[in-house]
């Protein structure tokens, strides 16, 4: 499985030797670096050389005084010594330079060192404005000239360990970023896994409930059967392209939007997917209907998701007639099927409400639900399901999906609760954390049981058969 980018390694250095220095010299610009400032400081080196070492060993005395510091050495008093000895190094160049290149890279490696081995930055600067208190005690004791001149050496002095202060911070702020982007990466690949977990699970309910009706149908039939399988095919084709699409991720598809023909597209959707051999097929295009502009391979997507859906509120047959007229801006389709009918024979029998955007979901359940002698009735939106608890107000239950594609189910179960109290709702979700606490929600008003994607069938059955009559399962 490829993710949107490869993880960068922790850390990441991107900015490159050359920028670096060049970051330099702008601050160098901003506080007003010279040629007399890099003079005043080399003048002094000499002068100094001898307070280095009780320096540093001040530096590491403070250091071995807090605990939150210390713990970063981890090789004892040996560690020390060398340390001691890299320091007083770090600080003869900072006197003499040049401050070129080199010396930023260099510099910016001490700094990336402490980092590396998870020391706190406040420590950095706390230790750093230690070693700027004694050098410049250190200047004013060992100062054989007149004060003006070591006011000046002062500034120039304090001006340099603000660049190397600055250097050390560059180093800081790297990792800072690195890490910050390192969460953002992590952040994305929690959604885009949740997403899959949550597109996959539909077609593997599919192939699951498709698998049990043909295990265990009652009266099956060759042309149930056929039905089935093909569902199954399809749906592990589905699958298939979520693991693509997920592979893509980095180049999702932007609409290519151009100038199309909607009649044909709507052609080549009925051809790829049969509306059902008793549904008649009624198209109205005008002739002067123009061209609409989009991606017409997204919109044939759309089209076969409308005309499959149409299939299956028609099993028993009907008629689709799909009609475009020219609108304001742009093209309408209007798709229009009539719906399902309810046998004679079947009335009387308790009535259930499946609510899910999958058809072939809703098609698996419809065939598994009818053989044990509900009525069904399928709304693959809030809308479709508001339309069908407005007609009826007798379902003894609904199966209800929480992720609907024009809202969520919370709606249709407040909806349902309107219409009849009585009705016992079933939460069917694929588990996806921001809906976890809608779930919680509708099982708190009254919902009667949850059912996570992909279930079991016989679970389902029960459930149902548990709410209704006794003697259903
Ligand atoms: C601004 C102040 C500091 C300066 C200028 C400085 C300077 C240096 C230098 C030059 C090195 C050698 C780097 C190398 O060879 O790659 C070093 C390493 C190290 N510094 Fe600092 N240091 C500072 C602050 C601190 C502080 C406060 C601690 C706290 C414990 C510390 C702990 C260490 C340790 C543990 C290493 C060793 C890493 C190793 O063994 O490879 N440093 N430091």
């Not at 001490?110 to 706190?120: C, N």
């Not at 597109?199 to 599919?206: D, F, H, Y």
């Not at 007798?394 to 609760?417: C, N, S």
């Not at 029960?462 to 003697?471: D, F, I, Q, Y």
């Amino acid at each position: 499985m490829q993710f949107p980018d490869s993880l960068a390694p922790f850390g990441t250095v991107t900015m490159n030797a050359d920028e670096r220095y060049s970051r330099y010299q702008e601050l160098q610009a901003y506080v007003g670096w010279s040629e007399g400032d890099a003079q005043r400081v080399r003048a002094v080196a000499a002068l100094l050389e001898p307070a280095l070492p009780p320096l540093i060993d001040d530096f590491y005395a403070e250091i071995e005084r807090h605990p939150h510091a210390l713990r970063v050495i981890t090789g004892g008093r040996a560690q020390i010594d060398r340390l001691k000895g890299t320091l007083l190094n770090w600080v003869r160049e900072l006197l003499s330079g040049p401050y070129d290149r080199g010396y930023v890279a260099r510099r910016w490696q001490v700094g990336w060192r402490h980092v590396e081995i998870g020391l706190d930055q406040v420590f950095t600067n706390m230790a750093l404005s230690r070693l700027r208190t004694g050098l410049v005690q250190a200047l004013r004791q060992h100062w054989p000239s007149g004060p003006g001149d070591l006011f000046d050496t002062f500034r120039s002095l304090n001006k340099l360990l603000d660049l190397d202060l600055a250097i050390i911070e560059d180093a800081y702020q790297t990792e800072h970023l690195a890490r910050q982007q390192r969460s953002e990466r992590l952040v994305t690949i929690g959604q885009v896994a949740g997403g899959v977990a949550h597109e996959l699970r539909n077609p593997l309910n599919v192939v699951k409930t498709a698998a049990y009706y043909l295990l265990n149908a009652r009266q099956p039939n060759l042309e149930k059967t056929a039905e089935h399988l093909r569902r199954i095919e399809q749906n592990v084709a589905l699958a298939d392209g979520v693991i693509t699409a997920l592979s893509n991720f980095a180049k999702m598809p932007v609409p290519d939007l151009r100038p199309f023909s909607v009649e044909r597209c709507v052609q080549e959707a009925l051809a790829s997917n049969d509306p059902g051999k008793n549904v008649a097929v009624a198209l109205e295009f005008p002739p002067d209907l123009p061209p609409a502009l989009g991606d017409a391979d997204q919109v044939r997507i759309v089209f076969a998701n409308l005309i499959r859906n149409a299939r299956d509120a028609m099993a028993q047959g009907g008629q689709l007639a799909v009609r475009a007229s020219r609108a304001e801006d742009g093209v309408e389709v209007v798709f229009q099927e009539t719906g399902v009918g309810i046998p004679p024979e079947a009335v009387g029998q308790p009535l259930v409400l499946v609510v899910d955007d999958d058809p072939d979901l809703c098609a698996n359940l419809w065939d598994l639900l009818r053989e044990r002698g509900y009525r069904v009735c399928l709304a693959h939106d809030v809308e479709t399901a508001a339309e069908r608890l407005h007609a009826d107000n007798r379902f003894a239950v609904i199966l209800l999906d929480m992720k609907l594609p024009d809202g969520d189910g919370t709606e249709v179960f407040h909806q349902a609760r309107q219409a009849n109290p009585q009705t016992q709702v079933v939460v069917i979700t694929g588990y996806q954390a921001e809906l976890e606490q809608r779930v919680r929600q509708v099982l708190a008003e009254g919902a009667r049981a949850v059912l996570h994607k992909p279930f079991n069938v016989p679970d389902l059955l029960r459930t149902v058969a548990g709410l209704t009559a006794p003697t259903q399962e």
